[in-house]
């Protein structure tokens, strides 16, 4: 047996054909009736598919909030996340509640969903996450949905072309009873069957010709319909439209609504024969499922008059037929220019009553703007480059900036309204000032940077530095830098002057950040660390009981250090008039930890933690001459102590060893200018 024909071999030893044939079931009209008193959510509208869909893979709560959660949903948890949208839960929570309004049967479901928002804020990633969902539900036994077709007198199939649910073509002086029957029994938490609209044209002429044929005996017509299960796709263009305005000269609403297949009229003899029409327009191939208008707002008026019918009364009109019912959700999206020209056009005024908007901004949380770029660049896709700490998390800083609006709140700084948003505290600041200075900032995410430029910019930088194994964040800032002269959506050199001043602002963040991570760096002894520590503990314990501390070398009595105490203290800004409560803090903390049989140690304190390493740091940095980097010559012993610093910048915070030396010299730099600011 060849290789190919072992491949093969194995592949057909593995397929399910039981499995198949399961999915792809085809029945009678009756067997499809038991399959809709067993399971009533089979018949199902659009939109209550869609909100199952979503719930169904289930829900989390947002950290640091109490009335937002998550939908695992759009985490893209099929697909690794590759499609994932980060932040924007109001946004989402306020999507997934029209969703379940319009499955209610509110009002909702006749309304046109428009994801309005600039350029770059995950509104097409939105919609296609929900079209592939479609996909991959409809695939499932809880999301199986059913269409049918016409046996013909050679054997052959007439499948509908509008994939319309079989109970349609129960008449309509019968549907009340049916549903009587099928809802009997029914637990009063399952769906209840009820059967709206009509089948299309096509099903239409052929339900009419047969019934003349059974002397309008509709239940006989019936015995020759064919029922099957369908799987939506866009691909197959089954349950799935994408509309998409082109040249207005090379474009025509037939494109929505089908159009005449003029080689059949020689065939049927006249134009208002459903068989000689194409049902392949975008709305007709959207039935029962959905359809995603690209840019909406530019689409012609003449198109516009089919969007309004087909979201207010769920019917479309074909050429030549009479109006057709469908059932879909409607999904659009728009960009800010585009909307405020609808609304200041007074002919949208039925459009706009028609719409519901839901805004998707720009991410505004930190934490999740670095997500963005850490999905698109982590160490398994840039291969051959090591990205440096902080890289990413600077490109997203100063992005993030860009979308923020100037604090009214007199001395609150843009860079502490980020660090505010992103869940720090900052003294005289609650919860509630947050979200103040949220509801301030109206359109706060609808302007600014688009993670699409930082992206762009981020891989130039990838490409261009090719002498270095290591991505540093000043590489990235400059070329966010450079490439502001040719950004064609800046509108005037105010912006672009205020966004480079913004990195400038980043830069400076940046330096404290590394100056910091370098210092506990030098710090990090743990030896040293504890030993700091017990003595402060000693000294702090001494004081707050009014005793005296014994000598460790002489072994004499003597009172508290309340030298070293407070130079300890004050790295972590606590005042002389708050020195006492701050002793009795840790003194009541330790205690309360041995109540719980619990021993202290310095990590689990973070303040102090800090304030003990910056007083290391402070003691130990003149005997490792860091300075020393920025010269030629370095000694031996001072070699070894800056290679333990080295070793640690890469085992504890992901330096390599290029970049841990580019951020020690960078580090270095500043202490040899005398740049370094009062850590007081």
Same mark, same amino acid.
């Given at each position: 047996?060849? !290789? ?18 399961? %999915? ?6 009756? $067997? ?125 199939? !007439? ?140 689409? @012609? ?11 207010? $009364? ?34 949208? *005024? =039925? ?7 839901? @805004? ?32 990413? %998390? ?10 923020? $609006? ?7 700084? +843009? +860079? ?24 301030? =900032? ?26 270095? !194994? ?23 050199? *105010?912006?672009? %002057? ?27 002894? *743990? ?28 072994? %004499? ?15 972590? @800004? ?29 990590? !689990? ?5 800090? =304030? ?44 390599? @060893? ?23």
């Amino acid at each position: 047996m060849s !290789t190919g024909q072992a491949i093969l071999s194995k592949m057909s030893a593995q397929q399910n054909t039981e499995q198949y044939r399961h %999915e792809n079931w085809q029945g009678s009209f009756s $067997e499809y009736l038991d399959i809709v008193k067993a399971n009533p959510a089979v018949a199902r509208t659009s939109y209550q598919r869609m909100y199952d869909m979503i719930i169904a893979e289930g829900t989390y709560p947002v950290e640091g909030s109490k009335n937002l959660v998550r939908y695992t949903f759009f985490d893209d948890p099929h697909n690794n996340g590759e499609d994932a949208i980060f932040g924007l839960s109001e946004t989402l929570m306020a999507l997934v509640n029209v969703f379940r309004s319009a499955a209610l049967k509110y009002g909702t479901e006749r309304r046109v969903l428009l994801l309005h928002g600039p350029v770059g804020s995950s509104k097409s990633t939105i919609a296609r996450l929900l079209k592939q969902g479609l996909v991959r539900y409809s695939r499932t036994d809880e999301g199986a949905l059913y269409s049918f077709g016409w046996k013909e007198e050679d054997g052959s199939i !007439t499948w509908d072309p509008m994939n319309c649910e079989p109970l349609q073509l129960i008449p309509m002086s019968a549907r009340e009873d049916v549903c009587r029957e099928l809802n009997a029994d029914r637990p009063s938490d399952t769906y209840s069957v009820e059967i709206t609209g009509d089948v299309c044209p096509l099903s239409r002429y052929y339900f009419q010709q047969r019934l003349q044929e059974h002397d309008g005996d509709w239940t006989k017509v019936l015995e020759s319909v064919v029922v099957r299960r369908i799987f939506l796709s866009e691909q197959d263009r089954i349950g799935i439209g994408t509309f998409q305005p082109k040249d207005e000269k090379n474009q025509d609403s037939t494109e929505l609504t089908g159009d005449i297949n003029y080689r059949k009229i020689a065939e049927f003899g006249t134009e208002s024969d459903p068989r000689a029409f194409n049902f392949d327009g975008e709305f007709n191939v959207a039935n029962r499922g959905m359809i995603e208008f690209v840019e909406v707002l530019k689409l @012609d008026v003449a198109f516009l008059y089919d969007l309004l019918g087909a979201s207010q $009364e769920h019917k479309i009109k074909p050429k030549k037929f009479a109006q057709t019912d469908i059932d879909t959700v409607i999904i659009g999206h728009t960009n800010e220019p585009e909307y405020r020209k609808l609304q200041s056009n007074e002919f949208m *005024e =039925a459009l706009r009553d028609r719409t519901i908007k839901i @805004d998707v901004p720009y991410v505004t949380r930190l934490n999740e703007e670095v997500k963005i770029y850490n999905k698109s660049y982590n160490q398994a896709r840039v291969r051959g480059k090591h990205i440096a700490p902080h890289t990413l %998390e600077v490109a997203a800083m100063w992005a993030l900036l860009t979308r923020l $609006e100037q604090p009214k709140h007199h001395g609150l700084t +843009l +860079l502490q309204k980020m660090k505010l948003y992103n869940g720090k505290t900052l003294p005289g600041f609650t919860a509630e000032n947050v979200k103040q200075l949220r509801k301030e =900032a109206k359109h706060e995410g609808l302007e600014g940077i688009s993670p699409r430029y930082v992206q762009d910019k981020i891989s130039n930088a990838l490409v261009v530095n090719t002498t270095s !194994t290591s991505l540093n964040p000043f590489m990235v800032m400059n070329e966010l830098e450079s490439g502001l002269r040719h950004h064609s959506l800046i509108g005037n050199d *105010e912006i672009r %002057e205020h966004y480079r001043q913004l990195i400038s602002t980043v830069k400076e963040e940046y330096t404290d950040i590394v100056k910091n991570e370098v210092q506990r760096a030098i710090a990090a002894d *743990e030896d040293a660390l504890t030993r700091l520590c017990g003595n402060y503990i000693d000294n702090v314990k001494a004081y707050t009981q009014h005793e005296k501390v014994k000598n460790r070398f002489t072994g %004499e009595d003597e009172e508290p250090d309340e030298r070293l105490m407070r130079s300890i203290e004050e790295k972590i @800004d606590i005042p002389d008039s708050r020195k006492d409560d701050f002793r009795r803090e840790i003194m009541n903390y330790i205690g309360a930890l041995a109540i719980d049989g619990k021993q202290f140690n310095y990590k !689990t304190n973070e303040r102090l933690q800090k =304030a003990l390493e910056m007083k290391l740091f402070e003691d130990q940095k003149d005997t490792i001459k860091l300075t020393s980097l920025v010269s030629q010559v370095v000694d031996k012993d001072t070699q070894e102590k800056i290679d333990i610093v080295k070793s640690r910048l890469i085992r504890n915070y992901g330096y390599n @060893d290029e970049s841990a030396t580019d951020v020690l010299q960078y580090v270095a730099s500043i202490f040899a200018r005398g740049d370094v600011k009062d850590e007081n």
